[in-house]
């Protein structure tokens, strides 16, 4: 018989369930079904942040190709000049 929407069970091995289990005792979390709901939470939270993070990248990278195909070009030396003033670095920086 399946488990109701949005419950399921999670087996552990040993020393994570004591793991689990100490940090229910330290207070933070009323139940393990807390603790583990705080971590898939937070694991689902970054992956949708890299998500959205990766769709800009990948809009800008479509944005640059467009521009590119268009004609639309700067030299490479005077992109670099203006990553440059951008990050406050001068052409004499040894880092640069």
């Given at each position: 018989?399946?488990?109701?929407?949005?419950?399921?069970t999670v087996t552990l091995t040993g020393e994570l369930e004591r793991f689990?289990?100490?940090?229910?005792?330290?207070?933070?979390?009323?139940t393990p079904s807390e603790y583990i709901r705080e971590l898939v939470r937070t694991r689902y939270l970054a992956e949708h942040d890299r998500d959205a993070r990766?769709?800009?990248?990948?809009?800008?990278?479509?944005?640059?190709?467009?521009?590119?195909?268009?004609?639309r070009l700067v030299p490479a030396g005077e992109a670099f000049a203006r990553v440059r003033a951008a990050l406050g670095l001068t052409d004499e920086d040894p880092s640069a």
């Open positions: 018989m399946p488990t109701p929407r949005g419950q399921m689990v289990r100490d940090k229910v005792s330290e207070g933070v979390f009323a990766m769709r800009r990248v990948d809009a800008a990278l479509a944005a640059g190709v467009a521009d590119a195909e268009a004609g």
